[in-house]
């Protein structure tokens, strides 16, 4: 842009620290509100204060006139009202709405700079002077976009300062074909599984509009077209005439730092260091916990850092990874399933990031290959999301005391699997794989506890891995891992029959045989590097399973294995008699 833009640009970052103190303050004082019941600043869609007081009044006239069964029903529900609007329950909500709180306040002082910059820049004003003078003059533009409450705190009442607001937060009303799927909620039991709507489709829009594909989007075109409508940009997007320019500048700057992200991504990727979602196949994804891969990080060394919560560039370096990521793997052609695999990849950031998250488990409850157990594991799942306070503080503050995953089969069991808790009664997951064969317990992340409470609060989580070879050659032949049995001769076992299956596993000989077998030189990695070399690939008629290689490693696997069953059956009887039992009963019909 030109200077001037340069200049008012400048102006509002000189703002940055100023916007942020008032901001703050409007943060404590909407906590503050939250804690005393009353209604916050920029309330959602329900006035909890104004709908307590008229409940609260109904009391007298139950009491009054009420039957003896209305008077218990009208009690119940009021205890549980007088719960729900506790501060220790609603803090969520409450951190949620003084945090909106603080982004609009911060919105609206930056656009109060910025209108004193412009006003300064038409006015004739030196443009080295016009930082200096915007400062001095910015509050003559207060009444502009804020308003004064009841509480005499300034409250953003501009609308282009609203629009941006509702941008910032995820909040922006869906028009169009989306509209219908906001509605949706609306229907009985669906907001279990469309808990948010907004907010994920407004992420998505918002790294559209940082990518390289921004020039396909509606408000590129309207901003940067040929015919630009001023009427048009206000009443759509809230953008005043005299502030188009800065908002061109901002649409090119989103699309170049996103073709910026795509480049360094893709460079990053092919070398390794970048990882995205979990893979489509079950076996891949088991390969990564395995190894210790986490999703969505960079990769630098062994160490792994998350990306997750790097908005909006997370989706894109996601989405980079994924198609980078899964070009060459062993036994597939580059271009082989390739629009499956796309479709796979973009499908994976739009569920992730949408309200398609619930769709998943939406098909499963009405699918007729549904087992009863996955039934469970929904249920359970909605059970401690829905119903139970705290559920997502209670499994932030397990996973820092006991990283350790843990073997759970039936509702009750999963309810407890994530809470800080109930996980202690649960029996262990072990590494099959460890190094320590002493029947080390399996850990998805670092077992540093300080680390864990770091990351638990760090918008990058950092993680990293031992640099297993074994793993690796695993994860290289695209081996599928023989999920430790679930059923023995038809009979299910119990979750800490599991455990103890995977802890026999654990103290096997199954490492050493697998270092042998792939020891450096050896026959079985000679074998290995021909296979590549050659480039040949399943579509050739030349399966990656039917390999020498593949077959010996899966040969250790189920012998193994089959030791292992062995020794649960002599330390379980009780195991052994079910067993019979059924194949009695199977003879009898």
Do not use: C
């Not at 945090?99 to 700079?113: N, Q």
């Not at 630098?300 to 560039?313: A, D, H, M, R, V």
């Not at 290959?369 to 559920?391: C, D, H, M, V």
């Amino acid at each position: 842009g030109s200077k001037a833009d340069r200049v008012i640009a400048a102006a509002q970052i000189d703002a940055v620290g100023e916007s942020f103190a008032e901001g703050l303050r409007m943060f404590k004082h909407n906590w503050d509100l939250g804690v005393k019941k009353q209604k916050q600043t920029y309330q959602g869609k329900f006035d909890i204060e104004a709908d307590t007081k008229e409940f609260k009044e109904m009391g007298g006239f139950v009491k009054l006139y009420g039957t003896e069964n209305e008077k218990i029903a009208y009690g119940l529900i009021d205890t549980i009202l007088d719960f729900n609007n506790s501060p220790w329950v609603r803090y969520s909500q409450n951190m949620m709405g003084a945090g909106d709180a603080l982004a609009r306040t911060i919105i609206g002082r930056m656009e109060m700079r910025m209108r004193a910059a412009r006003k300064a820049v038409d006015s004739g004003i030196d443009l080295d002077d016009v930082g200096k003078v915007a400062a001095d003059t910015e509050d003559a533009f207060r009444r502009e976009i804020f308003k004064q409450d009841r509480h005499k705190m300034w409250v953003v009442n501009d609308q282009a300062a609203k629009m941006a607001g509702d941008e910032t937060a995820f909040t922006k009303r869906l028009s169009g074909n989306l509209e219908g799927l906001e509605k949706l909620r609306n229907v009985t039991g669906m907001r279990l599984f469309f808990p948010f709507v907004r907010t994920g489709f407004n992420a998505l829009d918002m790294t559209f509009q940082s990518s390289p594909l921004a020039i396909f989007h509606g408000k590129w075109r309207d901003l940067l077209g040929e015919n630009v409508d001023p009427g048009l940009l206000l009443k759509k997007y809230g953008i005043r005439p005299e502030d188009i320019p800065q908002a061109q500048a901002l649409m090119r700057g989103r699309m170049a730092s996103g073709t910026l992200v795509v480049g360094l991504a893709s460079v990053m990727a092919l070398q390794g260091r970048l990882y995205g979602t979990r893979p489509k196949d079950k076996e891949t994804r088991d390969l990564w916990k395995m190894e210790g891969i986490q999703p969505n990080s960079f990769k630098i060394g062994n160490t792994y850092i998350s990306f997750q919560k790097l908005e909006p560039f997370n989706t894109i370096l996601a989405s980079v990874a994924n198609i980078m990521n899964y070009q060459h793997v062993l036994g597939e052609a580059v271009t082989e399933e390739m629009l499956e695999k796309t479709v796979f990849m973009a499908g994976a950031v739009l569920v992730e990031k949408s309200m398609l998250a619930g769709v998943a488990d939406l098909a499963e409850v009405f699918s007729a290959n549904t087992s009863q157990e996955q039934l469970l594991r929904i249920a359970a799942k909605f059970g401690r999301g829905q119903l139970f306070p705290y559920a997502g503080l209670m499994s932030q503050i397990g996973g820092v005391m006991d990283a350790n995953e843990k073997e759970a089969n039936g509702f009750w069991e999963t309810m407890f699997k994530r809470d800080a808790i109930g996980k202690a009664t649960l029996p262990p997951k072990y590494d099959i794989l460890s190094k320590d064969r002493s029947g080390k317990k399996w850990m998805p992340a670092t077992s540093n506890p300080l680390m864990r409470l770091f990351n638990s609060m760090s918008p990058f989580p950092i993680t990293w891995t031992e640099g297993d070879k074994v793993k690796e050659n695993l994860r290289s032949i695209s081996f599928n891992l023989p999920e430790i049995m679930r059923t023995w001769k038809g009979e299910r076992l119990t979750s800490r029959e599991i455990s103890q299956l995977q802890k026999i596993l654990s103290q096997s000989n199954l490492r050493a045989r697998l270092e042998k077998l792939m020891r450096s030189g050896g026959r079985w990695e000679q074998q290995l590097e021909a296979y590549k070399k050659a480039g040949l690939t399943n579509k050739d008629g030349v399966e990656l399973t039917d390999q020498e290689f593949y077959a010996d490693v899966q040969r250790i696997f189920l012998d193994e294995k089959k030791k292992a069953l062995t020794i649960l059956r002599y330390q379980n009887p009780s195991l052994y008699s079910r067993i019979k039992l059924r194949q009695s009963k199977k003879l009898e019909s």
